[in-house]
């Protein structure tokens, strides 16, 4: 199973974690992996290229199974809105596929203040 989990303060999204392994299918075929990792991985790219923020990232590189992205505690305002577009259709995109695919994936959503 992947646990996906976002935080949000302020009622914007601060972070996102990512763990686990889908084991849907074998290795190569997982496609709930592969649909996971793809946009997480894009999302963070792209938080880089379209907001110009650099996230603190933590992964495994060796093993896999895990991903955390935090964004800067400061952020001006343009990078704060691209940041919450981008997260923010991240949360709904593996919401979709918990739906489709909810014994391999779990998303879940925390405010703290």
């Known amino acids: 199973?992947?646990?996906?989990?976002?935080?949000?303060?302020?009622?914007?999204?601060?972070?996102?974690?990512l763990s686990g392994h889908a084991e849907s299918g074998p290795?190569?075929?997982d496609?709930?992996?592969?649909?996971t990792s793809a946009l997480a991985i894009g999302t963070t790219?792209?938080?880089?290229?379209?907001a110009s923020i650099?996230?603190?990232?933590e992964a495994n590189e060796d093993e896999g199974g895990f991903l955390e992205v935090i964004l800067?505690?400061?952020?001006n305002k343009k990078q704060q809105e691209k940041a919450e577009i981008l997260l923010q259709s991240l949360y709904l995109s593996l919401l979709d596929i918990q739906k489709a695919?909810?014994?391999?994936?779990?998303?879940?959503?925390?405010?703290?203040?």
């Open 31 to 35: 496609l709930v992996c592969a649909a």
């Open 72 to 75: 800067p505690e400061v952020l």
């Open 45 to 50: 790219n792209n938080l880089q290229r379209i």
């Open 1 to 17: 199973m992947i646990y996906a989990h976002f935080t949000k303060q302020n009622n914007q999204m601060k972070k996102f974690t």
């Open 27 to 29: 290795d190569g075929h």
């Open 101 to 113: 695919y909810g014994e391999f994936l779990s998303v879940s959503e925390q405010t703290i203040d």
């Open 54 to 57: 650099e996230p603190k990232v």
